[in-house]
């Protein structure tokens, strides 16, 4: 038990940490070669990785192959872009709070369009909670930028929303595959989509991006996608689903508190109650007996 909650806890800082990097990352490069590098550098350490655990990943890529290129697409690309893009906009404290749209997109899809999900009132009230945190903590004090805040927020959300509808789809399509592998493969593919759309929109680099930005890539690549993924399917085999969704409680607060350490933002009540409701609201949400986790892939 206290390893396994080690891992949550090494797994949490390694999802948190990535709004940071990022915005560390948009300071030198363009948001589709920023993202571009990122998931490179994360499918290089993962596909390796997994192939060294004796995961099956030429049985599964031979499995459904089409529906893994997709997934690249829906689970990696677009989400990862969507969090770059919409960094442009935000700081990496707005950021963390604003990936909790991934559980409440879920939840609306699941209950609503699918129906595979009865509604309850408890999670219907922390998908409100949770949007009241968010109002509270960007509106609460008050600042000059609102607007651009609230376009940055709905691009990331976008985002987010992809990756639910993927999450959904791809967990009654690949019940019979390795999840590992699955996730493996979606992270080779999202970076193939990525080079491609860089290549074609931005093109190579006139010149060499700085340093600290190619670090930061590095990292989030590295740690925040590659690692994080790897410690996700590792939780899930060992704790079950239950134990492993319990990341939903704490990347909001790492991510918040890692970027007021290294950003130098004061704390604020308002950032504080914000914080609060948003946590609450993820809690009411998550409910009881979910035994599955949602998709193939985990949530950023």
């Known amino acids: 038990m206290v390893s396994n909650l080690l891992v949550l806890l090494l797994l949490s800082l390694c999802w948190s940490s990535g709004y940071l990097f990022i915005d560390r990352a948009n300071d030198g490069l363009p948001p589709l070669t920023g993202t571009a590098l990122m998931c490179s550098l994360a499918a290089v350490f993962l596909l390796p990785a997994v192939a060294l655990l004796g995961r099956p990943l030429r049985a599964t890529l031979r499995s459904r192959p089409l529906l893994l290129v997709l997934m690249g697409l829906s689970a990696i690309a677009l989400p990862q872009l969507s969090d770059v893009a919409g960094q442009t906009r935000i700081a990496a404290d707005v950021a963390a709070l604003v990936g909790t749209a991934v559980p409440i997109f879920t939840f609306l899809l699941t209950a609503f369009v699918l ?12 998908v409100l909670t949770a949007l009241a945190g968010l109002a509270v903590f960007l509106l609460w004090d008050g600042h000059d930028g609102t607007l651009g805040t609230l376009l940055g927020s709905l691009v990331m959300a976008s ?7 993927n999450g959904v789809v791809a967990e009654r399509l690949t019940r019979s595959l390795d999840a590992l592998a699955v996730g493996a493969w979606a992270v080779g593919f999202g970076a193939l989509w990525m080079i491609v759309l ?7 680099p006139a010149e060499l991006p700085p340093r600290d930005a190619l ?16 410690l996700y399917y590792l939780l899930l085999g060992r704790a079950g689903a239950d134990f492993a969704a319990l990341y939903a409680y704490l990347v909001p607060l790492f991510g918040v508190g890692l970027a007021m350490a290294f950003e130098a933002a004061p704390p604020t ?10 946590m609450l609201g993820v809690w009411l949400l998550s409910g009881r007996g979910n035994r599955r986790a ?7």
């Open 294 to 300: 949602p998709g193939a892939t985990p949530g950023a």
């Open 198 to 204: 860089a290549l074609a929109v931005e093109g190579l």
């Open 215 to 230: 670090l930061a890539a590095l990292a989030d690549g590295l740690v925040s996608i590659g690692l994080a993924f790897l």
């Open 115 to 126: 129906r595979s999900r009865p509604y309850s009132h408890r999670r219907g009230l922390g």
């Open 269 to 278: 009540l308002g950032h504080g109650l914000g914080l609060l409701l948003v």
């Open 159 to 165: 985002g987010g929303l992809v990756f639910a509808i």
